[in-house]
Each structure stands twice: as C-alpha cells, then as structure tokens.
C-alpha cells in the first residue's frame, strides 16, 4: 500500500499533520468533521502539502519529523 504524509492548514493560520492512503479522502473527512478533533471548527481547511507514495514506515517517520518542524518551516513546504 502507498501512504502519503500531508499538512493541513486551518483557517486560524495553524497546521495540522497527519499521514493516509488518500489524501483527498481523508482532507475531505476533516473538512466535514469526521477528521481529527483539532481540525475540527478550524476551517476553512486547505492542503497545503504532502508527498508519497511512501511505505507505512517510511510515511510514519516522516509523519513525526514534520510534526516537529516550527511554524515557519511548514509555511516553507509549500514551494517544494
């Protein structure tokens, strides 16, 4: 299976990390609020970046990593 790592970015600037097999699904999941709890009345939500295929293991390291990135380094995702 291919996993991909994605960043969400909430309508009060935040960001939200996470890791699934369709993105677009699973931003869709959040956007209705069947998503992660932080996401929920934080919208509008937009992708704001994510990369894959990965492996599961692969997708869960990279997971943490990026959850560990400042603010301004996840602002810096979007260009790459």
Not at 29 to 58: F, I, K, M, N, V
Request: glycine share 12%.
């Amino acid at each position: 299976m291919n996993w991909w790592v994605y960043v969400i970015r909430c309508g009060d600037g935040t960001f939200y990390t996470g890791m699934a097999l369709d993105v677009n699904r699973r931003l869709t999941r959040h956007q209705q609020g069947h998503g992660a709890r932080y996401t929920r009345g934080r919208g509008p939500l937009e992708l704001w970046w994510s990369t894959g295929p990965l492996t599961r293991q692969e997708a869960m390291s990279l997971e943490i990593r990026v959850k560990g990135y400042s603010h301004a380094q996840k602002e810096l995702l979007r260009g790459h």
